[in-house]
């Protein structure tokens, strides 16, 4: 790629839902799993098993609250419930203590940490992601980031969309926020994407950066981390140790460049199969939010996130024992028909009301404004330099595929004419 050197086997190898690395998500898996979900919700709202069992999946799992094979397993699928249990922190926890022969459960980053906590950390890192500080995302990293991609590609015909561009954009913002060279961001996500087999070659990169922020802070992410002040449970205030950091930087780097690659391209195959929509961004780029937002509620790229039940309780009907794995299937959820019509139609014209595609509750996505930030604008960009693009007719249709990451299998268009 011009002006930015990455390696497009490697991007093609690390962001493929088909390959090895997305094996333990179920990446393969081509089946359509709404009808099931809707079969499930019309006979009750929780289940027991996980959603993965429940679609026919006997593959080797690898996700939040998955395998834990000692553990009983429910999931939710109609709305009202899987907000319940996003929200309701006290009974539903993130991580609890492991039972006899299961694995240390993580306790990196703000995502595997419950109550008062959870809350206090992610007060740190929030200021940096609040919706006004979308321009800060924009001018440092996602603007540049998106036009040297542009560039790259656009005097081809033909291009896929999901590799060239969904992919690149989110990877570079938040490598680039913790001040991680373009030459390293392959690396990376190689790391992230390991199941944790190789983290140490996270801090071998982010060690040395972290004590050059701590002697001199610049304006990005990593120096308000390594700036970042909490009260331990003694009482006294410390500055996070760089393990805090790292745990915090696996998070964001993890989450920040796999979901919106993933989102981005099934809100461009949507869009692009969809010409009135695509006539209506066309003629108003304001309208990209309403594509955005429904392409999150229609196909959320991760589908399903689960708690583990802090007390026996009842859940739609169903017992619970403490300790049991709450899987809430936010994808089912974003289509209860009891809280929208015609749910199965991605349709940007509804109305707009809110959906569980970022969670819900103290959980809720932290990057969610920069996720909204990077596929408004990237594909706002695309329209801007190619008024013919479309879907190429000679290319086989992308698919939706993946159990618990989502996403097209392509997006090849063709840019029709070059650039305006
Ligand atoms: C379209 C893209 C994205 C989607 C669909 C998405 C989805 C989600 C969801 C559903 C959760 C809640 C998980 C749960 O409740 O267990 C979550 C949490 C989180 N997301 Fe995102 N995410 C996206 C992009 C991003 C980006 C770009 C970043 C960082 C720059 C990010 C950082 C996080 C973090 C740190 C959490 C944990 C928050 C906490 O535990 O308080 N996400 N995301």
Redesign the pocket.
């Known amino acids: 790629m011009t002006g930015l050197s990455l390696d497009r086997a490697r991007i093609r190898r690390l962001f493929d839902l088909s390959g090895d690395v997305y094996a333990t998500r179920g990446g393969t898996f081509a089946t359509d799993p709404y009808p099931t979900f809707h079969r499930l919700r019309e006979t009750g709202p929780v289940h027991p098993g996980a959603p993965h069992e429940a679609l026919g999946w006997t593959g080797d799992v690898f996700f939040?609250g998955l395998p834990y094979p000692q553990r009983p397993h429910v999931s939710a699928y109609d709305y009202g419930t899987c907000a319940t249990v996003?929200k309701d922190d006290r009974r539903f926890l993130?991580s609890v203590p492991p039972l006899p022969g299961e694995p240390p459960m993580v306790d990196a980053?703000?995502?595997f940490?419950n109550g008062t906590r959870?809350r206090d950390y992610?007060t740190l890192v929030q200021p940096s992601?609040v919706p006004g500080r979308a321009v800060w995302w924009l001018d440092n990293w996602i603007s540049t980031t998106v036009h040297q991609l542009i560039e790259a590609f656009q005097h081809d015909d033909t291009v896929d969309l999901n590799v060239e561009l969904c992919a690149v954009i989110?990877l570079l913002t938040?490598t680039g926020s913790f001040g991680i060279g373009v030459d390293e961001a392959l690396e990376v996500r190689a790391v992230v994407t390991s199941d944790g087999q190789d983290a140490g070659a996270l801090a071998r990169l982010l060690v040395p950066i972290i004590a050059a922020r701590r002697e001199e802070p610049r304006d990005d992410l990593i120096s308000v981390l390594v700036q970042a002040e909490v009260t331990g449970e003694d009482g006294v205030v410390h500055r996070l140790t760089d393990q805090e950091v790292l745990g915090f930087a696996f998070?964001?780097l993890a989450?920040?460049s796999g979901?919106?690659w993933k989102?981005?391209g099934i809100t461009l195959v949507a869009l692009l199969q969809h010409p009135e929509a695509l006539a209506a961004a066309r003629e108003d780029r304001g309208f990209l939010r309403n594509v955005v937002e429904e392409s999150?509620r229609w196909t959320?790229?991760?589908p399903v996130?689960a708690r583990f039940a802090a007390e026996d309780c009842e859940l739609g009907g169903v017992d619970v024992p403490a300790g049991a794995v709450v899987h809430a299937c936010?994808a089912a959820a974003n289509r209860d028909p009891s809280r929208w019509e015609r749910p199965d139609e991605f349709d940007p014209f509804r109305p707009m009301k809110p959906h569980?595609?970022?969670?819900?509750?103290?959980?809720?996505?932290?990057?969610?404004h920069?996720?909204r930030a990077?596929?408004t604008h990237g594909i706002g960009a695309l329209l801007d330099r190619f008024a013919g693009m479309r879907l190429d007719p000679d290319a086989h249709a992308p698919r939706i595929i993946g159990l618990y990451e989502r996403g097209p299998d392509a997006v090849p268009v063709r840019l029709g004419g070059g650039p305006r």
């Open positions: 939040q996003l993130t980053g703000i995502l940490m959870h992610r992601f989110p938040i998070l964001l989450a920040g979901t919106t989102q981005m999150l959320p790229t991760d996130f936010l569980l595609g970022f969670g819900h509750g103290p959980h809720t996505c932290l990057g969610m920069v996720a990077e596929m």
